[in-house]
C-alpha cells in the first residue's frame, strides 16, 4: 500500500511537472504589464505611479 502510494505520488509529480514544462509561453508584444498594476492602468510605472 504504502510503495504504491508513493509510486502514485511520483507519478503525478512527473506528469504535472511534464504539462507545466508543455504549456507555450506567449510573450507580450510590450513585455506584459508589470503585475503589481490594477487592472484600470494597465501601463502604469513600477511603484504604483
Known sequence: MKRS???L????GL???YVYAAV????A???GP???CPPK???C???GN
Open 5 to 7: 502510494l508513493r509510486a
Open 9 to 12: 505520488i511520483l507519478l503525478l
Open 24 to 27: 507555450p509561453r506567449v510573450p
Open 29 to 31: 508584444p510590450d513585455g
Open 41 to 43: 492602468k494597465p501601463n
Open 15 to 17: 506528469v504535472g511537472t
Open 34 to 36: 508589470i503585475p503589481l
Open 45 to 47: 510605472t513600477y511603484g
